[in-house]
């Protein structure tokens, strides 16, 4: 059975920082990618990052360029997302999602997904 857990969320002051962790257990994701995707009060889930597994290659959400940076570490199958420079905009609960062949910025391509870590920015 395949687990995504994250963690890192909380309460933080605009230009703040923020390193969320998502551990995975049950597989690996060679060939495949693993990323954050959020969601803001009233809004749609919005794609943030990804990154291959294996090759690592990179992929953001323009808006977040610059002050985000997503990572892995293969031995403890874990994925980051370091967050500076907070924004109330940024306001959101970030989910990690896994499991992507293509189409890494579509929602529908993660079949597996964490239950979410709250970020609040307060201004």
């Known amino acids: 059975q395949v687990q995504l857990v994250e963690?890192?969320?909380?309460?933080?002051?605009?230009?703040?920082?923020?390193?969320?962790?998502?551990?995975?257990?049950?597989?690996?994701?060679?060939?495949?990618?693993?990323?954050?995707?959020?969601?803001?009060?009233?809004?749609?889930?919005?794609?943030v990052a990804t990154i291959t597994w294996s090759v690592g290659n990179i992929y953001y959400e323009d808006s977040v360029k610059g002050r985000f940076t997503i990572s892995r570490d293969y031995a403890k199958n874990t994925v980051y997302l370091q967050i500076n420079s907070l924004k109330p905009e940024d306001t959101a609960v970030y989910y990690c999602a896994a499991g992507a062949r293509n189409d890494y910025r579509s929602l529908t391509a993660y079949p597996y997904w964490g239950q979410g870590t709250q970020v609040t920015v307060s201004s």
């Open 7 to 47: 963690s890192g969320g909380g309460l933080v002051q605009a230009g703040g920082s923020l390193r969320l962790s998502c551990a995975a257990s049950g597989r690996t994701f060679s060939g495949s990618a693993m990323g954050w995707f959020r969601q803001a009060p009233g809004k749609e889930r919005e794609f």
